[in-house]
């Protein structure tokens, strides 16, 4: 059994209500007299639903058998994606439904990371940032330097995300994987 002083981002468990759940941030919080809890932000891993909850010190969750296994992305054939195993170069394929947004991310020969729990391929997980380059966007304007406009611009994805005006054609940039957002520009 797994007690809340065990605790870790990344660690995922089943949780009181029999589902199985990441932990992406944690607290301890304790005020004046009050009993210690622990504040935690989880992702429903069968979901993608996030979740606040807090749990007693005392609290125990069951386990859950986890293996991350390196792979690769090859290429996506109607509505399968084909990554390779980079370990015993074994080729899988996931219905792109189960990547959800992440499948506008993809590109070809990229490092992703497989998820088995109880030796079953669950989901693949992108990195975090991942440097994409733009394909198409209209060009800033000088003089256009208003705090935090953005514009729009089309990864070589197909994606749209908003960009701040000095982001050009060609460029490359860091995208949250998370949330699609800009994060920065990548010097080549």
């Not at 058998?65 to 170069?89: C, H, I, Q």
């Amino acid at each position: 059994m797994l007690s809340t002083t065990e605790f870790r981002e990344g660690l995922i468990f089943e949780d009181e209500n029999g589902q199985l759940v990441e932990i992406l941030d944690y607290q301890h919080h304790r005020k004046s007299q009050a009993r210690a809890v622990v504040r935690v932000k989880l992702r429903n891993i069968h979901t993608g639903a996030l979740i606040e909850t807090a749990y007693r010190s005392e609290d125990k969750f069951k386990e859950v058998d986890v293996e991350k296994r390196p792979f690769t992305y090859l290429y996506t054939s109607g509505d399968r994606a084909t990554f390779m195993n980079s370990n015993d170069y074994e080729q899988v394929e996931v219905p792109l439904e189960k990547l959800g947004d992440q499948k506008k991310y993809l590109k070809d020969n990229m490092e992703v990371t497989g998820l088995y729990i109880n030796n079953q391929l669950f989901s693949i997980d992108l990195p975090i940032k991942v440097p994409l380059k733009i394909a198409s966007t209209v060009p800033g304007v000088k003089g256009d330097t208003v705090a935090n406009m953005t514009k729009e611009a089309t990864l070589e994805t197909g994606t749209v995300i908003k960009v701040p005006l000095f982001i050009n054609e060609g460029d490359t940039v860091l995208v949250d994987t998370r949330d699609g957002s800009y994060v920065e520009r990548v010097n080549a």
